[in-house]
Structures are given as C-alpha cells and as structure tokens.
C-alpha cells in the first residue's frame, strides 16, 4: 500500500518561500514519477511538477515555472517542492502524488493519472 505524507506548509507573507517536504512509503521509486498538486478555494485540484522516477526529468506547468523547483530523492523516498516569490493566489491546500509510468510524461501533473495521493499540507499567503 502506498503512502504519502505531506510537511511544510505553513503561513508565509507575499514574495516569502517555502519548501515542502513528502515522505513516501511502498512506492516503486524506480518507476514512478512524483509530483506536486495543489487545489485552492474553489477551484479543482491542479498539477503543478513532477520528476521521473531515475532520470531526473523534471515538468512544470506555466504557473510553477520559474518560481517552484521540484526534486527528489530515492535513498530517503521523499521528495520536495521549493517556492519562490510566493503570491496570494498560491493560497491552497497541496498534495503530492505517486504516478505511475505514462506514454507522455507531461501527463504526470494530470489528476487522472495519479496513483495515490497524500493528505494535503496547508499553504496560505498572506500579509
């Protein structure tokens, strides 16, 4: 069974960072990519990243470029998100997500492709 658990979040002023952090367990690392979701007040979940599972591939949608930076490691089953720059509209709740092998590897930031999801970490922007 495979888990996901999210840490990180937290309160942070505009243009402020933060890194969040999810730990997997019994996910095939070696086949599966990792990303990072986010689903803010009332709107539906949205990808942001993913990195494949061993090349270090890395995808990120036009609203993640160039503020968030993804990355993983497989010794320790984590992976992590870097933000940047963050704004009020990155308010939300965000999710990381085991996916497995897909013919199209931008579909990794594709809710229907998702495997398995974590719980969710709390990220408000706020001055």
């Known amino acids: 069974q495979m888990q996901l658990v999210e840490s990180g979040g937290g309160l942070v002023q505009p243009g402020g960072s933060l890194k969040l952090s999810c730990v997997t367990s019994g996910v095939p690392l070696d086949q599966y990519a990792l990303g990072w979701f986010r689903q803010v007040p009332g709107k539906e979940r949205e990808g942001l990243s993913c990195?494949?599972?061993?090349?270090?591939?890395?995808y990120y949608v036009d609203s993640a470029k160039g503020r968030f930076t993804i990355s993983r490691d497989n010794d320790k089953g984590t992976v992590y998100l870097q933000m940047n720059g963050l704004k009020p509209e990155d308010t939300g709740i965000y999710y990381c997500?085991?996916?497995?092998?897909?013919?199209?590897?931008?579909?990794?930031?594709?809710?229907?492709?998702?495997?398995?999801w974590g719980q969710g970490t709390q990220v408000t922007v706020s001055s």
């Open positions: 990195m494949s599972a061993n090349e270090g591939h890395t």
């Open positions: 997500a085991a996916v497995p092998p897909t013919k199209l590897f931008s579909r990794c930031v594709l809710p229907e492709f998702v495997e398995a």
